[in-house]
């Protein structure tokens, strides 16, 4: 071994699902199967590419004021990144800094032991139950922060803001990040906690209710404090994290607020019937809250048929194989048309 090997950072990644550019059908990584919003595309065509020889506005000032106008916040509040991963990583770095542990659920988003690791935060992992929900009175001990995604991935089981707000009063001497990834699929969000709780961030995306993965927009809310925080440790990092087609694009998405509630009913529409459908076939499905469905069959060995559905039927779903789930696979709810090709090649592989 090489002498400077020692001084180098290792690190083991997340490991992302397959994005294939082939012609298959594709419901492994939760992204949105309808197009943004039509302003989107709009400001896309219109859009001066001579203004690419300048910085964006490291502010991302305009995105900025959009969303805190959505939200009914002050722009104070309002932190954004370059999809919420880069927000969520952002925020490890800068509020996770005790010898304590960090607490999150062993059944969750994987990235969070990645960055934990990355920056050498300790943590401990909560296990879920058995119907996989998290328990709140297990983060009601000394730590050093809590995450946790709500809805949780990949179960897609929301925890009930009641319970939510538990877990962050147990926790005033600490941080406590809501990861609401999947919140517009589902109940109600923490946002209106942040007045009442001065250690609570809420992290929402661009990338799944919006359909806009491929743009990479994020944000957090909190109270002008903690976000200021956040903005010290980006500009210590890297001020122009925003690109300006990003931040224009944002802000035509935040603008169409009908476009935007009718695709999230759409999705809704399609995942409780898809649900009914696999009941049908004999899968057990949690009762997802989010934009995909976590399954499981009693009579097949899930492996194979993940990879059945792949090679033979070019439909992209995501297995893990990890320890408790290794019995599930993750479906994400795509267009009508996708999920009755799933749905139809399920059915002749259950009969076989
Ligand atoms: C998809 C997802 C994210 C990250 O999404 P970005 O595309 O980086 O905004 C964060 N948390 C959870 C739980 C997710 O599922």
Known sequence: ??????????????????????????????????????????????????RFKLYPDPTAGELVKALADYYDVSEEQVFVGVGSDDVLSMCFLTFFNSEKPVLFPDITYSFYKVWANLYRIPYEC???????RIVKEDYFRENGG???PNPNAPTGLYLELCEVEEIIAHNRDVIVIVDE?????????????????????????FSKARSM????????????LLIQYLNDAKYSFNSYT???????????????????ENGIRKIINTREWAKKELGRLGFTCLDSEANFIFA???????????????????????????????QYIRITVGTKDEMDALLGFLEGYTQK
């Open 1 to 50: 071994m090489k002498a400077f090997e020692k001084n180098i950072r290792k690190v083991e990644p997340y490991v992302p699902g397959e994005q294939p550019w082939q012609t298959v059908i594709k419901l492994n990584t939760n992204e949105n199967p309808y197009p943004p919003a039509p302003g989107v595309a709009q400001v896309l065509h219109t859009m001066d590419a001579d």
């Open 126 to 132: 909560c296990p879920v139950d058995e119907n996989f």
């Open 146 to 148: 809590i995450i946790f």
């Open 181 to 205: 990834a999947y919140i517009d699929f589902a109940g109600k969000s923490a946002l209106e906690l942040i007045e009442k709780y001065d250690n609570l961030i809420v992290v929402q995306t």
């Open 213 to 224: 993965a491929g743009m990479r927009i994020g944000y957090a809310i909190s109270n002008p």
């Open 242 to 260: 925003m690109s300006q087609a990003a931040i224009a694009c944002g802000v035509e998405a935040v603008k169409d607020k009908e476009y935007f």
């Open 296 to 326: 499981t069959h009693p009579k097949y060995d899930i492996k194979k048929m993940y990879e059945a559905l792949k090679n033979e039927a070019k439909i992209y779903v995501r297995y893990w194989g990890s320890e408790r789930i290794e």
